[in-house]
């Protein structure tokens, strides 16, 4: 298996604009999970998904924040309207069962100008 | 509320000077603790989980331990490339894992 894949890699888009990013787990992970890293705040948990369904969004900051997953291979993360203090690197994981290690993709550095 | 707290925030080593770092924790039911290294511009590598208190696990110069408070990554004769951050996360009985704010290595030649 690739890994999980993130794309895009780097987005830079302008205050006010839809972002869209997109995330493949590894095949046959029940648990995926959108993390938001930061020098001021670490690696926070946005929202983890269990066999597709949103278990836990306590984590995403604001409404304009929402995620989906519509399929056991495919997840994104959508920020509508973008904020310059959305700029962060945005890091997608999956597991294979709870209490298993997450593995985790390349993430997306988002700038918003 | 859950939370996971590093120590030493960052610290710098000589090369084949070995240390030890720090994840302090407090969860309701830990399904598990995970130890990642991450290097910049990465995402977290996977280096160890452990699941309950006295479990030890060894890969290379590396070794964790867990205690029900806190677990311990010791680095025996660290070597320049072992320079990077390195994440704790517990995940608790909700499922979800949550990490620290990591501990900066730096190993000088």
């Known amino acids: 298996d690739a890994g999980v894949i993130q794309s895009p890699r780097h987005e830079v888009t302008e205050m006010g604009q839809e972002v869209t990013l997109r995330c493949k787990p590894i095949?046959?992970?029940?648990?995926l999970f959108w993390y938001r890293q930061t020098m001021m705040r670490g690696l926070e948990l946005l929202i983890y998904?269990?066999?597709?369904?949103?278990?836990?969004d306590s984590g995403m900051p604001e409404d304009r924040f929402s995620a989906k997953m519509p399929n056991a291979s495919f997840s994104t993360l959508k920020i509508q309207p973008s904020e310059p203090r959305d700029s962060a690197v945005y890091f997608c994981?999956?597991?294979?069962?709870?209490?298993?290690?997450?593995?985790f993709g390349q993430g997306t550095r988002l700038t918003v100008v | 509320e859950d939370q996971v707290t590093q120590s030493p925030e960052a610290l710098r080593l000589q090369e084949g000077e070995s240390s030890s770092l720090n994840c302090s924790y407090t969860v309701s039911g830990l399904r598990g603790l995970f130890w990642y290294r991450q290097d910049p511009g990465k995402g977290p590598e996977f280096l160890f989980t452990?699941?309950?208190a006295g479990e030890e696990k060894e890969k290379e110069r590396l070794k964790a331990t867990l205690t029900k408070k806190e677990s311990f990554l010791h680095i025996t004769a660290p070597k320049p490339e072992d320079s990077a951050t390195y994440l704790c996360a517990v995940q608790a009985g909700n499922n979800d894992m949550r990490f620290g704010a990591g501990t900066r290595l730096t190993v000088k030649p």
């Open positions: 998904f269990n066999n597709n369904v949103p278990i836990d």
């Open positions: 452990l699941y309950s």
């Open positions: 994981a999956s597991s294979f069962l709870s209490g298993t290690e997450a593995f």
């Open positions: 095949s046959g992970h029940d648990y």
